[in-house]
């Protein structure tokens, strides 16, 4: 079965620093990618995702992620946070392009002034 | 509607008691799905329907859950004999056949 591993818990940094959020799941033929965003009091959504073709995806607020297939990684990079990036980050990752989607337990960024 | 939409927002209950949580997936969207997320972890899939059939039930804790999608649309989860452990958010999440999932805002469930 699919697992993912976000290593970082929670990872504060300075407003306009760089940032790496850490994700790496189990090896399987073919897998579908995802970072989910849950900002505070609001619900989950899709920031990025992977499903082929070039292995770096961007998202329109300045994140990108890099699938690395002989890694099993897909880290999470913006190389300027703002304090509006606080919120809790989500990877993710699926079989199939409408399967089910196997979570991380999250990484709660926090960007401070 | 604009979004996934899950009713009641917060729902309490006392152990043993039967509840229903009821999602309004996006218009169109075939797909739905109905994840749980506990403090502190990520959200853990429970169940996926493709129109009204259940395509795949693997992530039901055991046989006090269950949910239905009689009309393709609208999907009740039901639990029967709440026990505390079932505490937490309730997610729903639908999508069309480019696979991207949105989510609704979640039912917190409290047993108490």
């Known amino acids: 079965a699919q697992s993912v591993t976000q290593l970082d818990s929670q990872v504060p940094v300075f407003e306009e620093a760089p940032v790496e959020l850490r994700c790496n799941y189990s090896s399987s033929v073919s897998v579908y990618l995802f970072w989910y965003v849950q900002y505070p009091n609001q619900g989950l959504q899709l920031l990025l995702k992977?499903?082929?073709?070039?292995?770096l995806v961007e998202s329109i607020n300045g994140f990108e992620a890099e699938f690395n297939k002989s890694q099993t990684s897909f880290h999470l990079r913006k190389p300027s946070v703002h304090i509006s990036d606080t919120a809790e980050y989500f990877c993710a990752v699926s079989d199939g392009s409408q399967g089910n989607l196997i979570f991380g337990k999250g990484t709660k960024l926090s960007v401070k002034p | 509607g604009a979004g996934v939409s899950q009713t009641p927002s917060n729902k309490v209950t006392e152990k043993g008691k039967y509840v229903e949580l009821r999602c309004d997936p996006i218009s169109g969207h075939t797909a739905l799905y109905w994840y749980r997320q506990s403090l502190g972890q990520g959200p853990e899939f429970l169940i996926y329907?493709?129109?009204?059939?259940?395509?795949?039930d693997s992530g039901l804790p055991n046989d006090r859950f269950f949910a239905v999608r009689p009309e393709g649309s609208v999907s009740t989860l039901k639990i029967q004999r709440t026990e505390r452990g079932d505490s937490a958010v309730y997610l729903c999440a639908s999508s069309s056949i480019d696979g991207k999932q949105f989510f609704g805002p979640g039912t917190r469930l409290t047993v108490l």
């Open positions: 992977y499903l082929s073709g070039s292995t």
């Open positions: 329907f493709q129109g009204t059939g259940a395509a795949d």
